[in-house]
């Protein structure tokens, strides 16, 4: 899975380099002195994907500034350059000269998107109302991870699509020569199937419209118009109504990334949770259907600010100040789920260490992430001594001062590996993961950046 960036002249390269069978272990242990300083979090990885994928399908250049360089994002830079793109880096910023909707070229090999659920289903979307063939596949994870849930609203737009039992890649696209523009209400509160919704409406002539239930992460909606697209949103009871007026005129435009507030997590936490520790984390995306986390930890009792608030590039950015607090249990509704999806395990981990029981509600979703992210999260904690309960969909943490001394297994879920870290630098004894890789797909150099605010990692 994992990639080398290769530069040449004009072009940025991909080139798989590793030999995905060699695990990385790595122990956390707790620091000797408090965590202190002021870090920049890589770029946002919903945002990252969507300005490549946009500005491959505008005419004229997109200019990306903060672009994450994670894994994720490079299967999705490579997947465009194969679709006919031409995406090189300069100095810091990556560039994208786009094809125009609908100007796409056929793939000449298999699109393998390594281990991103956005970079395939938001992919499925475009290649959907693209009249041609193409073949998608991913790594152990994505293979494993549900793909029907854009099939069914994608095949009725005329797309054929052919997929292992379950709806499992590798699968097949035959795209729509005349798309069909959609409706479709989502029947679960997912941001990547109302993407792959939009952008097959793309190129489909008439209105396409989403209903979701609840609100989910509107990147797509925002860029979309930040490109020249007709995006109106409604809303309507508990959720709304998205509705995107076909073939516009997409125009190269320039994009400035903020900082992955799903990576701030878990320098943040660390700073919450280590004795003394006060860590400042700058140019934080604040998009307010992203902000469940901080919402949750301030609940919680958190020492958390925002400084600088302010609006770079049509998204709320802000620097954010945490600082070590005893924190309370929280009882986190189920509504909240959509605007924190990827936060439960570092969530579950400071919960481990709020005086009280937890209780996060309603998370099904979890169990279909780059892991079992339910089974997994409850499993790291219990590695390390705490006390945890799975009650249908709800996660009970019972909080208190954890032993530590486990190994959790990170099952190639970025997420865990780096929040079981996190746990580790808590604990009275030490935690050790099985494999460190997979942090690549969303927080290179995590483990740089934890190690300057003085956190203690072992290992390679
Ligand atoms: C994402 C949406 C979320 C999230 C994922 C990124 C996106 O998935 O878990 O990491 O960029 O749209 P769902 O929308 O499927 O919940």
Avoid at 103 to 109: I, K, N, Q, V
Wanted: proline letters at 6%; one cysteine or more.
């Amino acid at each position: 899975m994992p990639f080398a960036l290769c530069q040449t002249q004009d072009a940025v390269l991909i080139a798989s380099v590793m030999d995905s069978s060699v695990l990385r272990p790595l122990v956390a242990a707790r620091p000797a002195a408090p965590l202190a300083g002021e870090v920049v979090v890589p770029g946002d990885k919903s945002i990252s994907h969507r300005a490549l994928m946009f500005g491959a399908l505008a005419v004229g250049v997109t200019r990306i500034t903060g672009l994450l360089e994670g894994e994720d994002v490079l299967r999705t830079a490579a997947a465009m350059r194969t679709l006919g793109a031409e995406i090189w880096r300069e100095g810091a910023d990556w560039l994208v000269a786009g094809r125009g909707l609908g100007g796409l070229t056929a793939p000449e090999d298999v699109l393998d998107m390594g281990n991103s659920g956005t970079a395939a289903r938001l992919l499925a979307g475009i290649l959907a109302s693209h009249d041609f063939f193409s073949v998608m596949t991913g790594d152990a994870s994505l293979r494993k991870r549900p793909m029907r849930r854009v099939i069914e609203p994608l095949q009725a737009c005329g797309a054929v699509f052919f997929a292992r039992p379950g709806g499992r890649l590798p699968m097949s696209i035959q795209g729509a020569r005349d798309a069909l523009p959609l409706t479709y209400r989502l029947p679960v509160a997912s941001a990547q199937v109302k993407s792959a919704v939009l952008l097959a409406g793309l190129n489909a002539r008439g209105v396409t419209m989403v209903e979701e239930p609840e609100p989910t992460r509107d990147h797509s909606e925002n860029m979309l118009r930040h490109f020249g697209a007709s995006v109106s949103v409604e809303r309507a009871g508990n959720g709304r109504v998205i509705r995107l007026a076909g073939q516009p005129e997409l125009r190269g435009a320039d994009v400035a990334v903020p900082g992955d507030p799903s990576s701030a997590a878990f320098p943040m936490v660390a700073a919450l949770l280590v004795p003394g520790s006060r860590v400042v984390v700058n140019g934080v995306g604040l998009n307010p259907l992203r902000t469940g986390l901080f919402e949750t930890l301030r609940e919680m009792g958190a020492e958390l600010t925002v400084r600088n608030a302010r609006v770079q590039g049509g998204e709320s950015v802000g620097d954010i100040v945490a600082e070590f607090t005893a924190l309370n249990a929280v009882d986190v509704p189920p509504e909240r789920a959509p605007s924190m999806i990827d936060e439960y395990p570092i969530l579950a981990v400071a919960c481990a260490f709020a005086r009280g029981t937890s209780r996060l509600r309603g998370l099904a979703e979890l169990r279909v992430k780059e892991s079992d992210r339910l089974a997994a999260t409850a499993a790291m904690l219990r590695e390390g001594g705490v006390h945890v309960e799975i009650e249908d969909d709800d996660l009970i943490i019972h909080g208190g001062a954890p032993a530590g001394g486990g190994l959790v297994m990170t099952h190639m879920d970025h997420r865990l590996a780096m929040s079981a870290l996190v746990f580790g630098l808590a604990t009275d004894d030490a935690m050790r993961i099985d494999d460190a890789r997979f942090i690549d797909t969303s927080f290179p150099g995590f483990v740089a950046l934890m190690r300057g605010l003085g956190a203690r990692f072992a290992g390679p």
